[in-house]
């Protein structure tokens, strides 16, 4: 088993900036990928962006692209998710989520290990 812990969820003004950290603990494994997610009240969960642990490949989602950046410490099984120039409509639940297979998805049903989620608020 896996457990993912997120964190570094808050109430931020538009324009600021945020890190989320998604802590891996458990089984931890140096292959596959971790994915940032995203839900707000009444939407589907969307992909935000992604990295697979080798850092060899990495996937924003085009609502992000240019303003959010993933980063992952392996020695720390930590991946990172760097959130700039903040906006109303970032504002969501945040989950990791982890994968086997040494690629990024924005597929949610290929993510077998699943954070509790952080809030986001993104003021304006």
């Known amino acids: 088993q896996v457990q993912l812990v997120e964190s570094g969820g808050g109430l931020v003004q538009a324009g600021g900036s945020l890190r989320l950290s998604c802590a891996a603990s458990?089984?931890?494994?140096?292959?596959?990928?971790v994915g940032w997610f995203r839900q707000a009240p009444g939407k589907e969960r969307e992909f935000v962006a992604g990295i697979t642990w080798s850092g060899d490949s990495i996937t924003y989602g085009d609502s992000v692209k240019g303003r959010f950046t993933i980063s992952r410490d392996n020695a720390k099984h930590t991946v990172y998710l760097q959130m700039n120039s903040l906006k109303p409509e970032d504002t969501a639940v945040y989950y990791c989520?982890?994968?086997?297979?040494?690629?990024?998805?924005?597929?949610?049903?290929?993510?077998?290990?699943w954070g509790q989620g952080t809030q986001v608020t993104v003021s304006s």
């Open positions: 989520a982890a994968k086997f297979g040494q690629f990024v998805s924005d597929i949610t049903t290929l993510y077998t290990y």
């Open positions: 458990g089984r931890t494994f140096s292959t596959g990928a």
